[in-house]
């Protein structure tokens, strides 16, 4: 498994894309994430075998691991504006190319859903990261993955 | 737990910079305007506790992930992924 790090683009219209760095390079959570507010250290981990996935590794205890999916990927329309207060808690410009992941919940069945609703949203440049909460969009809490 | 009787376009204050105000009030509701400084995130109590209950059973068992990339694959069919 490579340990990856997220990379700006230069369009700063598209959100960013995760590529492969040497060192693992981690990403501040100022306030952890809704029910695990103490991780506040992560690592965006991706390999051939996990792709389409990724998984968000939290260093912090009680080591929370969650796979992600580029929103990109499940709706081609999803909406990558942040409103100026999310942007001002990432330290990031209007044009700043973000990267985005939705969090993936594998359900006991065995299928799975991403949670479009609230988006992991990490600002490469200065390597800090929140998830989202977008009210101001309908976006699914469980957006299906799978066929069931 | 504090309790205060607001009027209409009366406001509470919390600690540095955060203010409550009560804008209208009904039979429907209660409409308030919320003023917080940017580091701190303002929720509907359910929207936040619907997020964390996500947060905490998607943080749960891996084991299967092999086999769910591959299901996740072919629901995505021949959209390029991963890229």
Redesign the interface.
Known sequence: MTTVAPVNTPDSRKPA?LSAAPDAQVVEF??G????EMCRRFVVIAS??????SCLQSLDPPE????T?DPR?LDPQYDFTLRE?ER??LGAAVDEALVWLA????APE???TA?L??PVVINARRMVGC?F?R?DHEYP??FP???D | MLVVTRKRDEAIVIGDGIEVRVLRHGHDGVRLGITAPPHVAVHRQEVYETIRAANASAAADRTRVPDLIARIKENLGSKEVGK
Do not use: C, H, K, W
């Open positions: 894309s100022p306030a994430i809704p029910a695990f051939p075998e996990l792709s389409p996935l929370a691991s969650f796979l999916v990927l207060f001002a808690r969090i993936v919940t594998v065995g299928g799975a949670n609703r609230a998830q909460i009210d809490v469980r993955l799978t066929r």
